[in-house]
Every structure is written in structure tokens, then in C-alpha cells.
T-cell receptor, first 113, second 111 residues
């Protein structure tokens, strides 16, 4: 059974600081996804990482994938309040059917002025 | 505008009263799925469909039914809702590759 673990599950940080969210998964996969959810809202796709060593960046967020370590990171640079949200990673196992994503429990990020 | 539309947005019902949550997408996506979101548990897949008339169980299918008679629609049916099905439900669709487009969610309370 595929397990996806994120940590931390809760993070409170100050504006301007850097931090990293980690996503570990338990079985072979080369497809990993990051989603963002604002309070009371739906999920929005942030990044799609499809190969070992993949790195994607958008604004202050950068995601990377190490398939050998079964680890993805979401790095936040010089955080701003607008990045406060819950961030989910999700994985499709190798050979997995279609788009059956297994999600982590999410990292609730609060960025304080 | 490309979107996944769920209805209703909020629903309060009583134990045992059948209900349907509708989901429709206008992107001609083949893949559609239902998730439930519970505090501390993240999102868990209930059912998914890879095309018309093709559906399969996800991780937590007990107590739910789905149908896919048309490509655009994928309703979630609770034949006899129970309080443990109180949750936030999301429908999602995809053209492949794992990038899901989510509906706005349905908050269901079963009393």
C-alpha cells in the first residue's frame, strides 16, 4: 500500500523567512504532484514533477523530486502572507492506473507578518 | 471557462435518506474521480472513472455508488447516508498525467 507522508503537518513562520516542506512516499513512483488549498476553497494544481531530478519553480515556491530517495521538497523563499494555505503532495505509484493519486495529509502553513 | 461544477455546495441530511451529489466537467476529460477530505486524514479517493461506463473503487468506497453514463457527468450517490459520511467531498477530472482539476467541494452533514 502506498503511503505518502508530509512534514511538518503544521508550520507557522514569519514573512521573509525560508522554509522547506518534505514529502516522502513508500513505493516506487516517478510522478509527484503538489496542490494548494486555501481555507474553504478547492485544490489548485501547483507543480507536476515527472522525473528524477525534476525541479519546478513559480514565484517564491520551488519543488523538486528525488525518486531514488522517494522524496519531494517544496521550498518557500522569503515567505509572504499570501502563501498561507494548506499544501498537499500526491503520488501515483509506478504502474498505477490512470490518475489515482494518493495524497499526503497536507501541511497547514501560516505566514505571519 | 474550463471548470468542474459540483452541486450542492452544502447539504444537511438525516441518516438513511438517499442523496446525490452531482459533478459535471466541460473539458472533455476522460478521467473523473471523487475524494473525501477529513481533518487530519487528507484526501482519500472514493471512486474513479476512466471513461464512460468504466468505474472502479478507490480507497474508501463503502457506502457510496457512482455512475458514468455520459462523459461530462459523474454523480456520487449515497443510498443510505450515515453520520460517518459527514465530510467535505470533491469531484475532480483530468485529461491524463495526474493534473487534476477540482470542483469547489460539497460539505455534507449527516445527522
Amino acid at each position: 500500500e502506498l503511503k505518502v507522508e508530509q512534514n511538518p503537518l503544521f508550520l507557522s513562520m514569519q514573512e521573509g523567512k525560508n522554509y522547506t516542506i518534505y514529502c516522502n512516499y513508500s513505493t516506487t513512483s516517478d510522478r509527484l504532484y503538489w496542490y494548494r488549498q486555501d481555507p474553504g476553497k478547492s485544490l489548485e494544481s501547483l507543480f507536476v514533477l515527472l522525473s528524477n531530478g525534476a525541479v519546478k519553480q513559480e514565484g517564491r515556491l520551488m519543488a523538486s523530486l528525488d525518486t531514488k530517495a522517494r522524496l519531494s521538497t517544496l521550498h518557500i523563499t522569503a515567505a509572504v502572507h499570501d502563501l498561507s494555505a494548506t499544501y498537499f503532495c500526491a503520488v501515483i505509484p509506478a504502474g498505477g492506473g490512470a490518475d489515482g493519486l494518493t495524497f499526503g495529509k497536507g501541511t497547514h502553513l501560516i505566514i505571519q507578518p | 471557462e474550463a471548470q468542474v461544477t459540483q452541486n450542492p455546495r452544502y447539504l444537511i441530511t438525516v441518516t438513511g435518506k438517499k442523496l446525490t451529489v452531482t459533478c459535471s466537467q466541460n473539458m472533455n476529460h476522460e478521467y473523473m474521480s471523487w475524494y473525501r477530505q477529513d481533518p487530519g486524514l487528507g484526501l482519500r479517493q472514493i471512486y474513479y472513472s476512466m471513461n464512460v461506463e468504466v468505474t472502479d473503487k478507490g480507497d474508501v468506497p463503502e457506502g457510496y455508488k457512482v455512475s458514468r453514463k455520459e462523459k461530462r457527468n459523474f454523480p456520487l450517490i449515497l443510498e443510505s447516508p450515515s453520520p460517518n459520511q459527514t465530510s467535505l467531498y470533491f469531484c475532480a477530472s483530468s485529461s491524463g498525467g495526474g493534473k487534476l482539476f477540482f470542483g469547489s467541494g460539497t460539505q455534507l452533514s449527516v445527522l
